[in-house]
C-alpha cells in the first residue's frame, strides 16, 4: 500500500510542487486581497437593494463589456480560491463572499446577505474594518452586530 503512495509521489512531483506553490501564491494573495477589498467596501453596502457599482461605469459598450467579464472571472477565481482556503491554510469564506461579490447573477444579493448575517462572518469584516479605523458595516436586518467590541 504505502509502495503504491510512494511510487505515485514520485511520479507526480512536479504536480505536487505545483499545487504548494499556488496554494502558497492563492494564501498569500487572500490575506493581502481580502482585507484590502473589505476596508473600501462602503459601511453600507449590505443595506437597501442593490446598488449601481460606480467605479465600473464605462461608456464604451466593448470595454464594459469585457470589465464586466473581467469582473466575473475574477469573482469565479476568487470563489473558487475561498473553497480551496476552506482547506488549506487561509480565510476561505471570506474570499469566497469576496468572489460572490464581483460575480454577477440573480439572487447574488440574497445570497450576500445571507452568508454577512452569520456572526462569525459579520464580526471577521468588522473586525478588519475596525483595525483600519473604517466605520462598522451596517445590515437592515441583523443590527445587533453594528460594532466590534
Known sequence: MFDVLKEWIDGHRQLIAMLAVSSLVVGVGSLLAIPWIIIRLPADYFVGPEKPMTSWRIEHPGWRAAALALKNVLGIVFFFAGIALLVFPGQGV????????????????????????????????????????????????????????
Do not use: Q
Not at 135 to 143: A, M
Open 94 to 149: 471570506l474570499t469566497m463572499l469576496i468572489g460572490l461579490m464581483m460575480l454577477n447573477f440573480p439572487g447574488k444579493r440574497r445570497l450576500e446577505r445571507w452568508i454577512v448575517n452569520r456572526p462569525r462572518i459579520f464580526k471577521a469584516l468588522n473586525w478588519i474594518r475596525h483595525r483600519a479605523d473604517r466605520p462598522s458595516l451596517v445590515l437592515d436586518e441583523l443590527r445587533r452586530l453594528t460594532s466590534v467590541k
